[in-house]
């Protein structure tokens, strides 16, 4: 692990006390090296081959899942590009799995397939609640995307692929182009900075979600650059996962599955 300071917790309004949330303190985070998302990718690939059947099975449920969402939406123009984005918004719920093998495997604890099940044992309420919040950024998102496509393209009516193709190509969509991918990015910024650690928090402790998305927030704003890099590495690994027919997510997933899971030891101090 990359030297390291420990941040005290920012206050929050509302919470119990300075430096809490809720009923829960709030843990102090870490401040890393920009070089650690590199550290977390080692980690996560040595934890991907450790138990290789149970991390590809979460790669290719993600895979199954992604191909039906596409193939339910490629004759939807409206909804394709919002449907991958917010496939993308709901994707750290389908990690839990993977997160708990990678704490199990920290811990020296037996860790298999069904033993991975498990994952939500430890908050259930907790991370059912992330989930419908997950799942609430990927609606907002998709009625957003209907909306600004609905207002500024102004060609013809085309295939999901043809009609981003000719967004891309021609310049009098350029405006729409601009404002889908700003809308998109402050969406996917928030989402990132909000599940970067509370999702592999609420599954390695017990805690409340509030407390889970408070600490994930002060993680970011304690490492802007280094996490910075990281929402990068994620991005073009996924693209490479889509790139390949979603085939490439087989392998992608777990392996970023489980970086995360280090990613968040790195960054939050044990209580």
């Not at 993600?62 to 123009?77: K, M, R, W, Y």
């Not at 939500?120 to 609430?136: C, D, E, K, T, V």
């Not at 991918?181 to 910024?189: D, E, K, R, Y």
């Amino acid at each position: 692990m990359n030297d390291s300071v420990a941040v005290p917790p920012a206050p929050t309004a509302g919470g119990s006390g300075p430096g809490s949330a809720g009923n829960t303190p709030l843990p102090p985070v870490r401040q890393i090296g920009i070089t650690a998302p590199f550290s977390w990718l080692q980690r996560g690939w040595t934890d991907l081959w450790r138990q290789p059947a149970a991390s590809l099975f979460y790669g290719l449920a993600v895979a199954v899942t992604g191909a039906v969402i596409l193939g339910v939406t490629a004759s939807l123009p409206y909804l394709f590009g919002a449907a991958i984005t917010g496939f993308l918004l709901v994707a750290p719920m389908l990690a839990a799995g993977l997160y708990e093998l990678s704490r199990r495997y920290l811990g020296g604890e037996p860790a298999t397939l069904f033993d991975s099940m498990r994952a939500w044992r430890r908050n259930p309420s907790a991370l059912i609640s992330f989930g419908l919040l997950s799942m609430l950024a990927g609606t907002v998102w998709q009625l957003v995307s209907a909306v600004i496509v609905a207002v500024y393209y102004k060609g013809p009516a085309l295939a999901p692929l043809d009609m981003m193709i000719e967004v891309l190509v021609n310049p009098q969509h350029y405006l729409m182009f601009f404002i889908y991918l700003g809308v998109g990015g402050v969406l996917a910024a928030l989402v990132f900075a909000l599940s970067v650690v509370s999702m592999p928090m609420l599954v390695d402790r017990r805690c409340d979600l509030l407390c889970a998305l408070v600490t994930s927030l002060n993680a970011v704003a304690a490492n802007p650059l280094p996490l910075a890099l990281w929402a990068l590495i994620i991005m073009l690994l996924t693209g490479l996962g889509f790139a390949t027919a979603l085939v490439g997510m087989i392998l992608v997933m777990p392996w970023l599955g489980h970086a995360s899971f280090h990613a968040y030891k790195d960054l939050v101090e044990e209580t």
